[in-house]
Structures are given as structure tokens and as C-alpha cells.
């Protein structure tokens, strides 16, 4: 996963089994926070290494860009990445740029969002809500 430092704005790789920890910037050493903004999951590749690598728990959300819905969800998962930033991550698939793994999960509707542990998929949520009731179904 790339993390931009916030103090030179260098790009640097955090292992996906990282993301929990703070992390140092490869060429200022400034200290690189935990994840605390949504990913967005660019390829397949990235997704499985996501979601098996992840020493904490992943929760992804399905989401396309002409869904109501899911512009509405956008700033709760953000509010929810940001909340709980080292206990969980949060990622996006886009399920119009990667519809394999939409189909793999059974995508019916959009935005659900599907929590992984170890690899696992653990919980699913279907529909907009805010943060914290996300966040209470997930017991986080």
C-alpha cells in the first residue's frame, strides 16, 4: 500500500501487514501515521494481498460512481477510516473497474460493504448508514 509522507510528500510502500503501525518516511523520517483514509483498491492483485495480509481487520466497501447512495457513504467511511485508524482498515472497489470481485462476493446492491479478518469474510452490510452504526454492527 503507498502512503504520501505529510511533511515531503514522498510515496512510500507500507506492506499491507504494516498498516496498523506507524511507519517512517524512507527519505525524511518523518513518522507516517496508521491508515486513516479509504484505500482504493486498484487491482485484484491488490485487493487479495489487502485482505490476506492485513494483521487487522479489513472492511471494504463496493461502491460506483453514479450511485446516490454511495456519494452519501463516501464521508462515513472516510469519518470511519479515520476513527478507528490501526484497529481496522477501510478500502474501495470500484465495482465498475473491477467486477470480478464484485461477482466473487455476489454484489447485488450498492454500497455494501463486506468486513475481512485473516482473510475471511466475517460480515456483510448493505446500504448507506453513518459511521457509528457501521461501526456498532461491526462491534468496533
Not at 17 to 32: E, H, M, N, S, V
Not at 68 to 93: D, I, Q, S, T
Not at 101 to 111: D, M, T, V, Y
Amino acid at each position: 500500500m503507498i502512503r504520501k509522507c505529510p511533511t515531503c510528500g514522498t510515496k512510500n510502500r507500507i506492506p499491507a501487514g504494516r498498516l496498523d503501525q506507524q511507519a517512517t518516511c524512507g527519505k525524511c523520517k518523518t513518522p507516517i501515521s496508521p491508515m486513516d483514509t479509504p484505500i482504493e483498491i486498484a487491482s485484484v492483485g491488490m485487493f487479495e494481498e489487502l485482505i490476506t495480509s492485513s494483521s487487522i481487520p479489513v472492511l471494504v466497501a463496493f461502491w460506483a460512481a453514479w450511485c446516490g447512495p454511495c456519494k452519501a457513504m463516501a464521508p462515513e467511511l472516510a469519518k470511519l477510516a479515520r476513527v478507528e485508524a490501526g484497529r481496522v482498515v477501510v478500502a474501495k472497489v470500484d465495482t465498475e473497474s473491477l467486477p470480478q470481485i464484485a461477482a466473487r462476493f455476489s454484489i447485488q446492491g450498492i454500497p455494501t460493504m463486506l468486513l475481512f479478518r485473516e482473510g475471511r469474510l466475517v460480515h456483510r452490510i448493505v446500504g448507506a448508514q453513518p459511521a457509528s452504526q457501521v461501526a456498532s454492527q461491526l462491534g468496533l
